[in-house]
Structure formats: structure tokens, C-alpha cells
């Protein structure tokens, strides 16, 4: 075999080498060959070692230069392969990360050629990917002129303006655009749209709230130095009116003419409607303003209805009117509740009912009580009145503040029109129903869940004889020390006590009855809450760190609701109300004492 020939062989060789896939493939190759080889030339020519040798080094020189040859081949392979493979992964996460943005994103040339959109884009214009890129950029927005404003952008920068969809609706967005270098030849920008419906909308309903806190506050405000005023002019109006009634009632006991005693009746009747519109008023406005309070008591109901029915014994008799009422409650348990916020429902419902009344008519009162749970009692109010009915179309009217349906009725009674409208406002804090039917009568029907327990078992004989202690107040030798800063009202409480033998001095403020005390032991102290130099409070915390509790105090107040304050109650034994009853004081004093 010439060595030309045998050249040639080993480069077709090696230039095949190439053409393998796998390094064990062209090993193998590559071993034939060499067999293949030294077979020929052990068949052909006897082999000298030097002629073995140069045959053998150029093999070795072949397989190594077509080993080399594939390496580089296999290499090559396997960097493009791994590039093409990065370059799909960062082009698919380029994607998902274009399509996962939550506002529209839109690329353009700068003549205003749409390149690339986001499916929030395509969502927000209405438009499909094909019609998209054959519209220009501008023919998207209204008032501003893209492709013209994005010229030398090297920034991001922000506009507000509105788009016009496909369907022509006008849509405002937030823009921000950026220039952005796709490729060297053109310039390209970046535009980035945020859809400011929603967010327009929020910071509208965040103005009307802001709006509507402001108005509350403005409004609570109001209501605050309204409910402030009301209860000291009430307060003022009370002073004088107490010194009328009080001083009405110690005249009716003197021996007077039956006309004079007629003159004083009306007197008298005069200042409770009085009294009764001024409650009214501070009633409605603690209502409004949320001063209301509810206590839990236990009520008697027979007790609370006749100290309610007594208030209009005058009223009565003047319209000669029956009231008849009964009252069925279960037996054996202890109802508990609010007594006065009961008592206002009442009074407000029998006032309208003998309002509403023809003479020589009847008032009815019922209370029902019907077991709710094991611990809630609902007890039935209805009012029935058999005179003037209620027009059905001014049945929800009534309940409204300073609303009267009648006229005639409100010339003859007067009133504020205010009573129903406080019904319904505690019967509504009390978690309470109320309603009312009008066609032959007119009746007002109220539902209250009050609490209850079962009365304690007592032991004894059932047969034995229940005494009812009758025993009527008799004066006992206690000294009073009273402050009251009217001068009106402390003559009349003198007069009170005076006529019923009790020892008593009155002073004018807190201060002096702390002067008072270090000089003189007394067993009953009598403290107006307002008054001048030092309240009625104030003076009462000093004399319990003095003296403890050796000393029965009482609050004197034509406020019903300070009763309600627990920090307050605790300092008194009782409530003494405005205008004063002489029963009532003597009462209270005796009971206590």
C-alpha cells in the first residue's frame, strides 16, 4: 500500500468523524478502522518496524485529530442547545411576567406603532390582538398626544388622562411612560396603564364619609351644647316652678275658701302641664344627643302604676273621665327594669289617651306579662281610648317630634307634640315593639323584654295572717341640714320641715355645710347637686371621707337622670326630685332615717 494511498484513507476517516452523534459511536469507529488498517497492511507487504511505526503514529495522529474534531463539534452542540434553552426560559418568563402585571401594558415605535400589548390591555380597550396592532397609539387617548409628548423620555413619566375604547366608552387611567431600547435602529417606548375607575370611585365614597363623620361630628357637637343648654335653662325654669307648685300644695293645706282652694287647683294643675313640657323637651334632647341610660330595678308594677295615675287626678276629674286599668302578671317572680323610663312610656300613653278622649269617655290600661325564656318576661302595655280616632294615613306620623294631628285637641290640651315620639325612642332603646290600631278606638299596644327572677322561696305557714305594716310616717326627733342656693326653695323646704316639727337649718352651698358640721352634729344632710362655691357631689365625697357613712345624705335634684350615674348614686342614700311634694320628702326622709 503507497503512503498516498494510505493518507488519503486516514482523512476520509477522520472528515467522517464528524458526522457522529456520540463519543462511544466514533470510538468504535475509529478502532475498526485502525484493524482495518493493519490487517491490509499485514496482507499486503511484510512490515518493516520502521514502517510500523509511521503507519502507527499517524493513526494515532488521525484518531486524535478526529476525536478533537468531534469534541469540539459535540461542544458547540451542547452550548447552543443550553443557550436556545435559556433563551426560552427567559422569553417565557418575560411573557408570563408581561401577562402577569395587573395593569395594561402597551410597547410602540415612535411614530405611534403599536409592537406588543398585554391581555390587560387588550381587556381594557376592547379590542382583539389583531385590530390592536393596526391602530395608532394616539387614536387611543383623549387630550394628549402620545407619540409627539414621548419624544426624549428618559425617564418615567406620569399623565392622567382618558382612553376610548372600542365601544366608545370613555375610561380614565393613570399613564406612566418610559423610553425603552428594543433595538439599535428604532426607538421604542414603554406605556404603562393603571384604569382609575375604581380608585376615583373609592376616594368619592372616602370624601362622603369624611363628608358624613364631619356632618356627625358638627352634628354631636350641635346636639351636645344643645343638650347642654336645654338642661340649664330646665334647670332654671324647674327653680321657679318648684316654688310655685311647693308653695301651691302648703296653701292647699291651709283652711281657704272652696273658691280659693279652686284658684290654687288650677295653680297647681298649671305647673305640672308646665313641669310636663319641660321634662318633654330635656327628655327628647337626651334622646337625640344618646344621653340615655337605662338602670335595672326591680319594679312593682301596681306601685309604679298608681304614682303614675295620681299625676293626672286633677286632669281626670276636670274631663270627667274614667280610667280604669288591670294588670296580670305571673305570680311568684321579681321583674326587673328601668321604673322610670317605665313610668315615662305610661304617663306620655294615658296623657294622649285623656287628650284624645271625649267627656264622660274611658281610659283603659292593661299590663300583661307573658313569659318569654327562662330569664325574659315581656310585659304587654295597651293603652285604649274610645274618642278621637287617628286618620290610617297619620298612623306612622305621630311618632314624629312635634307633630299633632289635631288641632282642636292641641288649642284645648296643649303639648309639645313631642310625648309619642319619645315613647317610641324608649321603647326602641329598650329593645322594645310598639304599635297602633285606630278604627273604633284607638289603641297603642307596646312590648318591653324585661328581665326577671324567681321570687326566693319563703318558709312558713301559709294559713298564717300577712300584717301589712301600716304604719303612717310619724316625725321623730332627727336635725336636717339642708343646702339649697335659691332662696325660693329654701324657704319652702324650711316651711316643710318646720310644719312637720323637724329641727333643720338650711345653707346656701357645699362649703358651708362642711363648716356647718364641724361645729354641729346632724343625722340628715340634704345636698342640692348645682349649686354655687361647691356642688352637691363635691360636698358629699368630703363628708363620707370625714364621717364615713355615719351620716344619711340625699341628692336634691330636678335631673331624674343623675339618679342613673353609678359614681353619684353610690354617694347618696336617695333621690329627692324637683318640684318638691311634701309627702314625698317627709317619705323619703322617714324611710331612710
Not at 459535540?74 to 402585571?101: A, G
Not at 414621548?150 to 366608545?168: A, D, E, G, L, M
Amino acid at each position: 500500500m503507497s503512503y498516498e494511498y494510505f493518507i488519503g484513507y486516514l482523512i476520509i476517516i477522520s472528515s467522517l468523524a464528524s458526522y457522529f452523534k456520540e463519543l462511544k459511536s466514533l470510538f468504535i469507529f475509529i478502532i475498526f478502522n485502525i484493524i482495518l488498517t493493519f490487517s491490509a497492511l499485514l496482507f499486503f507487504e511484510p512490515i518493516l518496524l520502521k514502517t510500523f511505526i509511521f503507519y502507527f503514529s499517524s493513526v494515532l495522529t488521525i484518531c486524535a485529530f478526529s476525536f478533537g474534531i468531534f469534541y469540539t463539534k459535540i461542544r458547540n452542540e451542547e452550548r447552543l442547545k443550553h443557550s436556545t434553552v435559556s433563551l426560552k426560559e427567559k422569553q417565557s418568563q418575560f411573557v408570563k411576567l408581561f401577562e402577569s402585571i395587573p395593569d395594561s401594558i402597551i410597547t410602540f415605535t415612535k411614530d405611534g406603532k403599536i409592537i406588543n400589548v398585554n391581555k390587560n390591555a387588550l381587556s381594557l380597550f376592547q379590542y382583539n390582538e389583531y385590530d390592536f396592532l393596526h391602530v395608532n397609539i394616539d387614536s387611543l387617548f383623549e387630550g394628549i398626544d402620545i407619540s409627539n409628548n414621548s419624544s426624549n423620555i428618559n425617564f418615567p413619566k406620569t399623565y392622567k388622562s382618558f382612553i376610548q375604547t372600542k365601544n366608545r366608552e370613555t375610561v380614565p387611567v393613570e399613564i406612566v411612560l418610559k423610553s425603552l431600547s428594543l433595538s439599535e435602529n428604532e426607538e421604542s417606548f414603554l406605556m404603562v396603564i393603571k384604569d382609575i375607575r375604581q380608585k376615583i370611585k373609592q376616594e368619592e365614597e372616602l370624601s362622603k364619609v369624611k363628608k358624613r363623620l364631619e356632618e356627625n361630628l358638627i352634628k354631636e357637637k350641635l346636639n351636645q351644647a344643645k343638650a347642654e343648654f336645654i338642661s340649664k335653662i330646665s334647670h332654671e325654669l324647674r327653680t321657679p316652678l318648684n316654688g310655685i307648685y311647693g308653695f301651691t300644695n302648703l296653701l292647699l293645706k291651709e283652711g281657704l275658701k272652696e273658691q280659693q282652694i279652686k284658684f290654687l287647683e288650677h295653680i297647681k294643675f298649671s305647673s305640672q302641664i308646665l313641669k310636663t313640657l319641660i321634662d318633654d323637651i330635656l327628655e327628647d334632647t337626651n334622646i337625640q344627643s344618646g344621653n340615655i341610660t337605662l338602670k335595672t330595678e326591680k319594679i312593682n308594677f301596681q306601685t309604679l302604676l298608681n304614682n303614675v295615675i295620681k299625676n293626672f287626678d286633677s286632669l281626670i276629674k276636670k274631663e270627667n273621665i274614667k280610667l280604669n286599668y288591670k294588670i296580670d302578671l305571673p305570680t311568684n317572680i321579681v321583674i326587673e327594669g328601668d321604673s322610670i323610663r317605665v313610668s315615662q312610656i305610661l304617663m306620655n300613653l294615658i296623657s294622649n289617651a285623656i287628650k284624645h278622649s271625649f267627656k264622660e269617655n274611658e281610659v283603659t290600661i292593661d299590663i300583661i306579662g307573658k313569659i318569654k325564656n327562662y330569664n325574659t318576661i315581656n310585659i304587654n302595655l295597651i293603652v285604649t281610648n274610645y274618642g278621637n280616632q287617628i286618620p290610617e294615613e297619620s298612623l306612622d306620623e305621630i311618632f314624629k317630634p312635634y307633630v299633632q294631628i289635631n288641632s282642636k285637641v292641641t288649642q284645648h290640651h296643649g303639648g309639645t307634640g313631642l310625648g309619642l315620639s319619645i315613647v317610641k325612642n324608649l321603647v326602641q332603646i329598650m329593645k322594645g315593639s310598639i304599635k297602633v290600631e285606630s278604627k273604633d278606638k284607638t289603641k297603642f299596644h307596646i312590648i318591653l323584654p324585661l328581665a326577671f327572677q324567681l321570687e326566693p322561696f319563703k318558709f312558713g305557714n301559709d294559713n298564717e295572717i300577712k300584717i301589712e305594716d301600716k304604719k303612717k310616717y310619724q316625725t321623730i326627733n332627727l336635725k336636717i341640714l339642708v343646702a339649697e342656693d335659691n332662696e325660693m326653695n329654701r324657704f319652702l323646704i324650711k316651711t316643710i320641715l318646720d310644719n312637720n316639727l323637724y329641727i333643720s337649718k338650711i345653707v346656701s352651698n357645699g362649703q358651708e355645710v362642711l363648716d356647718e358640721l364641724k361645729t354641729q352634729t346632724y343625722d340628715v344632710v340634704i345636698l342640692d347637686i348645682q349649686m354655687p362655691v361647691m356642688d352637691g357631689i363635691t360636698c358629699a365625697k368630703n363628708i363620707i371621707e370625714v364621717y364615713g357613712k355615719q351620716k344619711k345624705i340625699y341628692a336634691l335634684s330636678a335631673d331624674v337622670e343623675i339618679e342613673n350615674e353609678k359614681d353619684i348614686s353610690d354617694l347618696f342614700v336617695s333621690f329627692i326630685k324637683k318640684p318638691i311634694e311634701e309627702e314625698e320628702l317627709i317619705k323619703i326622709i322617714e324611710s331612710n332615717g
